[in-house]
């Protein structure tokens, strides 16, 4: 019979662990383990308060900047749209580095705290009477400083689990985030139902229309605070699941490990830097030009390019099942194999993309106007999103712009090909993103992780931004061939270096011999 104050002596939680291990009865108590999971799933749920918080107010963005400020035009909105990955890749190392030395809890509340803020911001800026753009700016790039926890968030997952349960965990994270990118336009749409006239609270100035969206991102990171202040709490295992003995920690444990010896692979955390960064450069390139080539090649009108939205969450809803079935491929193969399967399946999807045979698209030969494919900025590209059904009716021409030369001698891509790429890089892209930072997570080890969590996501947040750019100005200029076939190439590049370094992506306890592969 366990004694009541002897933690050691409590019932064990078997988990997912290896059956036969003398471990079993030491490694965790039940109450440690339901603890370290509610924290967990604590962080399952900010990611998706996260992404549901940015991605309801994406639709929005463009005809709620034109009613505040007349002065605004593409090229501005292109900015916009960037500031938020510019705050996040700026507070990334930042928060990281907080939550190496400080209880996690500080981060997470201060960064979904400027979050709250910058929402109400946002809400606020038909006030000023001038300069209203600029503050939209500024409310954006806050929002993005504060997503910046998403390294204090991958890098709690990654210390409080064992090295079988992280993949397991990543790939819920993943899901979490993608089911939030996936759910928040669906809210938008319903906030639609308010109307552009919208409804007015005068006693405290706030109009509730374009605004709503924030507002309901602005409640979220409040429960999201509430949430983290009572159920979140510190947990760090080793790699075997032992519980390590941190500064993190508000009380420690006599009982508790420390943390093991040796460096970490410093080649291997870097090229796992670059693959993060090309996974995720060639997802935002992906999803960026996805309505602009919709419209040129299949002259499709903007009220038919709404396809396109339903083809991208048809992809988040591919990505959460990839997601699902990377937890269970990677107890067979593992997370390198699946990493190198993902890229080539990428690579497929943009080689089945290229232009080939003898019909081309049709041309637009009508002078361009305001309505029509813009095809000159990423802002622009952004536009072709948030145009009406009822402008739609108006437009000009439609299919390939004759401002682009290539229209005359690139041939046509087929539906089936960008439907069967759409669905390609559906399984390649979440398998490479999920295994790729589980993998940098195991590479990094027990200890702290928050700095290195945070160049991660930096890298991402600056692909989010050279991604749309680098597509929207090679695709313009040279076509789609040009442009395909240069993320073909940047794809084999990407293959290369993992072959090169293959063998060293393997977890930071592997390497130093103390639990075998």
Known sequence: MASPGVDTEQ???????TPGSREWDIIETEEHYKSR???????????????????????????YLQKIDQTADASFLGWVIASFSLGQMVASPVFGLWSNYRPRKEPLI?????????????????????????????ARGLVGFGAGNVAVVRS??????????????????SACQALGFILGPVFQTCFALIGEKGVTWDA????????????????????????????????????SGRQCKNVNFEEASTDEVQFPQGNIDQVAVLATNVLFFVVL?????????VTPLTMDMYAWTREQAVYDGIILAALGVEAILIFMGVKLLSKKIGERAILLGGLIIVWVGFFILLPWGNQFPKIQWEELHNNSIPNTTFGEIIITLWKSPREDRNEGPTGCPIEQAWCFYT??????????????????YPSCNVTSYTLYSKILGPKPQGVYMGWLTASGSAARILGPVFISQVYTSWGPRWAFSLVCGIVVLTIMLLGVVYRRLVPFSVRHGRIQE
């Open 204 to 239: 405290i100035k706030l109009q509730i229309m374009y605004t709503a969206p924030v507002l309901l991102g602005a409640f979220l990171g409040v429960l999201n605070i509430i949430l983290i202040l009572t159920l979140l709490r510190e947990h760090r295992v080793d790699d």
């Open 411 to 428: 041939p046509m891509i087929h539906l089936a090909q960008f439907l069967t790429t759409a669905i390609l890089i559906g399984v390649g």
């Open 156 to 173: 709690y997952i990654a210390g409080a689990t064992s090295l079988q349960e992280r993949i397991s965990s990543m790939a819920n994270t």
């Open 281 to 289: 450069f060639i997802f935002a390139l992906f999803e960026t030009i």
């Open 11 to 17: 019932e064990p939680l078997l988990g997912d662990r």
């Open 37 to 63: 999971w509610i924290s967990i799933r604590i962080l399952y749920l900010t990611m998706f308060f996260s992404s549901v918080g940015f991605s309801i107010v994406i639709m929005s963005i463009w005809p």
């Open 110 to 138: 201060v960064s979904i705290f400027i979050s709250v803020v910058a929402n109400c911001l946002y809400a606020y800026i038909h006030v000023p009477a001038s300069h209203n753009k600029y503050y939209m700016l500024v």
